[in-house]
C-alpha cells in the first residue's frame, strides 16, 4: 500500500509491514481491544488537533478503514467518551459492507456523527445489484 499510495500514511504497524499488536496472547482478548481502541482515539484526536493548529482554516478528512468491531468500539468511544458499555461482538454501532460514517472531532475531545452508514458512492460503481445496495441509518 506503500508503494502504491505514497501519500498515505500508515500508522500501527511494524517494520514489517503487518499489525503491531502490544498484547501477550494468541487471540486478542476483549480488554485487549479495548485498550487498542482508546489507543487509536488518542492517535485521532492528536492528528485532529495538529489538524486544527495547523492555521490555515481548512477541513481537513482523515480517513480510517477498519472492521465492523473496531468501528463500533471507536464510536462508542468518541460519541459516548468511553468503552464501558460496549461489549465485543453485540455492535450497536452497525456498518453495512463498504459503507463510511462521518465523526466529527472537536477540539474540547467530543465528537459529533455525522453521516451514518453511507453507502451511495457504491451506486456510482454500479452496485445497484448487491446486497449492501440498501441502506438504513
Given at each position: 500500500?506503500?508503494?502504491?499510495?505514497?501519500?498515505?500514511?500508515?500508522?500501527?504497524?511494524?517494520?514489517?509491514?503487518?499489525?503491531?499488536?502490544?498484547?501477550?496472547?494468541?487471540?486478542?482478548?476483549?480488554?485487549?481491544?479495548?485498550?487498542?481502541?482508546?489507543?487509536?482515539?488518542?492517535?485521532?484526536?492528536?492528528?485532529?488537533?495538529?489538524?486544527?493548529?495547523?492555521?490555515?482554516?481548512?477541513?481537513?478528512?482523515?480517513?480510517?478503514?477498519?472492521?465492523?468491531?473496531?468501528?463500533d468500539l471507536l464510536c462508542h468511544i468518541l460519541l459516548k467518551g468511553n468503552a464501558m458499555e460496549w461489549t465485543y461482538g453485540e455492535i450497536t454501532?452497525?456498518?453495512?459492507?463498504?459503507?463510511?460514517?462521518?465523526?466529527?472531532?472537536?477540539?474540547?475531545?467530543?465528537?459529533?456523527?455525522?453521516?451514518?452508514?453511507?453507502?451511495?458512492?457504491?451506486?456510482?460503481?454500479?452496485?445497484?445489484?448487491?446486497?449492501?445496495?440498501?441502506?438504513?441509518?
Open positions: 500500500i506503500v508503494r502504491e499510495f505514497p501519500e498515505f500514511r500508515p500508522v500501527g504497524f511494524n517494520d514489517a509491514g503487518t499489525w503491531d499488536y502490544l498484547g501477550f496472547n494468541v487471540k486478542e482478548t476483549e480488554q485487549e481491544c479495548r485498550a487498542r481502541g482508546l489507543r487509536i482515539v488518542e492517535w485521532l484526536q492528536a492528528e485532529a488537533a495538529m489538524a486544527r493548529s495547523s492555521g490555515t482554516g481548512a477541513t481537513r478528512t482523515l480517513v480510517l478503514t477498519t472492521h465492523q468491531t473496531m468501528a454501532h452497525r456498518l453495512q459492507n463498504a459503507s463510511m460514517t462521518t465523526l466529527w472531532l472537536h477540539a474540547n475531545g467530543h465528537a459529533t456523527l455525522g453521516k451514518k452508514n453511507d453507502g451511495a458512492h457504491l451506486h456510482t460503481l454500479g452496485c445497484t445489484g448487491s446486497p449492501h445496495s440498501s441502506f438504513s441509518s
